[in-house]
């Protein structure tokens, strides 16, 4: 009989995937040498959605029997993040819950433990509040994770200050030391940003024994491997010029991928594994496409927003430098080819203030409406639909001469999209799929 699944679990826009999980070819060897590695620590950083925590997720998983598990956000200091720690640890120091491999913890470490825990404890006035007492050392800290067999998996660690990612370096260090006696003692931090150093500052010593390891966006083939991957767990069918199309959409972004494929399932009420092979059509994904729109048309309005927003005092704004990459017509261009394009209109364009604006576009400030690739440094739009929601807004600007007042609906936004039917069967053609239904002059 067909084993059944929940649709919700299979496509999984908003959660780290499992069922559909697909390996990373490209990033897997290193990955998993690194984690095996004794001593070795891991920085993993990528565009933010490109698979970071569902690649860890799942390797560690298959690696490892215990991970202790942090998550940093702005203003998070490394003594939260150690105390945090300390805290995850009382399953295995406390509460007399042996770990998976069935290994006792030391009875001494576990006196240590209590002790520590006890000092942790301050009494200010009525309230008790938590300090990181001095006895909890980093190679403490160290040794207690690696004799619970665990690893520390810390993410979102480009979110802190500086001085906490120089203190986490230090911290690694002590880590790769005590791997002699606890070999699988080990620090993952992982940050959505586009270098390793941005999440950990490391001396240039070390950085023989820290991998870091770029996360891509997905490939056209990872993307299609999801989707085949739900088709069968479903028992559905996606034909393959939907799967293109999907594709396309999707840009290298496993979660628009998962929600397109999710709201095709849930629109024929396909809750789990269908009894009998349902195919999708055309409408199907229109439908889908809609409901994308629909959900994220505020979010698509507020990062526009963020995105061209200019300040008083500069003469040049961000928006000039989004319309000249819309009319460069292409999936990537260079800076050369947008002061190019640019000096067409304001003839006297600052290359510098391109390259500012260009970074600004490229930063969680701007939205990363725009992407930048690492190898040949050239510039794309990070989501189709916002791409398609930019020239939706210039060229009604344009149309209308009302610059800032002209709104536009998720229907229009639909309209747009839905009138650029060239989608080719052959992915290598995917260059076509935006194919633009106006003269982009316009703009
Ligand atoms: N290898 C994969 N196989 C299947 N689906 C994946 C894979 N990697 C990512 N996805 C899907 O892509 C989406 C984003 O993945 P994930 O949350 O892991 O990215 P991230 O890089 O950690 O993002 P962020 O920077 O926002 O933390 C999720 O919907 C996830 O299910
Ligand atoms: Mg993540």
Not at 281 to 294: G, K, R, V
Not at 377 to 393: G, R
Not at 413 to 423: C, G, V
Request: charged share 25%.
């Amino acid at each position: 009989m067909r084993k059944n699944y929940e649709t919700y679990s299979v496509f999984t826009p908003s959660q780290p995937a499992e069922l559909t999980f697909v390996d990373r070819e490209q990033v897997n060897k290193q990955l998993v040498d690194s984690i095996r590695t004794p001593g070795r620590q891991l920085v993993i950083f990528g565009f933010s959605g490109s698979g970071k925590t569902t690649l860890i997720n799942n390797k560690l998983n298959q690696l490892y029997s215990e991970v202790i598990e942090s998550q940093c956000t702005k203003g998070t200091t490394i003594d939260q993040l150690k105390l945090e720690a300390f805290d995850a640890l009382d399953k295995y120091y406390i509460s007399e819950v042996s770990n998976t491999n069935g290994s006792e913890i030391s009875a001494s470490l576990k006196s240590v433990y209590a002790e520590i825990r006890a000092a942790s404890k301050v009494q200010k006035g009525e309230k008790y509040t938590r300090v990181v007492p001095l006895q909890l050392t980093d190679k403490r800290l160290a040794e207690f994770i690696g004799e619970s067999n665990a690893c520390w998996k810390i993410e979102d660690f480009h979110k802190v200050g500086k001085e906490h990612k120089q203190r986490l370096a230090q911290i690694m260090k002590v880590f790769m030391d005590t791997s002699q006696v606890y070999k699988t003692t080990k620090i993952i931090a992982i940050g959505a940003v586009g270098t390793g150093k941005e999440i950990v500052e490391y001396d240039n010593e070390m950085s023989e024994r820290i991998s870091e390891i770029f996360v891509p966006l997905m490939s056209p083939k990872e993307l299609e491997n999801i989707i085949t991957k739900g088709e069968k767990l479903l028992n559905v069918h996606f034909p393959k010029y939907l799967k293109n199309k999907i594709i396309a959409y999707s840009n290298g972004l496993g979660a628009i991928c998962h929600q397109l494929c999710l709201s095709m399932c849930t629109n024929n009420n396909i809750y789990e594994t269908a009894e009998s092979r349902h195919k999708f059509l055309e409408t199907d994904l229109d439908l889908s496409i809609e409901d994308y729109l629909n959900q994220k048309y505020a979010t698509l309005k507020s990062a526009y927003e963020k995105a061209t927003k200019t300040s008083k005092k500069s003469k040049y704004g961000t928006k000039e430098i989004l319309k000249a990459i819309i009319r460069l017509n292409k999936s990537e261009v260079s800076s050369e080819e947008i002061l190019d394009e640019l000096r067409n209109d304001i003839h006297d364009y600052p290359s510098n203030t391109l390259t500012t604006y260009l970074n600004h576009l490229t930063s969680i400030d701007r939205e990363e409406v725009l992407r930048v690739n690492a190898d040949s440094k050239e510039y794309f739009f990070s989501n189709p639909f916002q791409k398609a929601y930019m020239e939706l807004k210039f060229s009604k600007e344009k149309q209308t001469k009302a610059v800032g007042s002209v709104q536009i609906s998720a229907n229009e936004l639909f309209s747009l999209i839905a009138a650029r039917q060239q989608f080719e069967n052959d992915f290598d053609d995917s260059d076509e799929i935006f194919q633009h239904n106006y003269d982009l002059s316009d703009l």
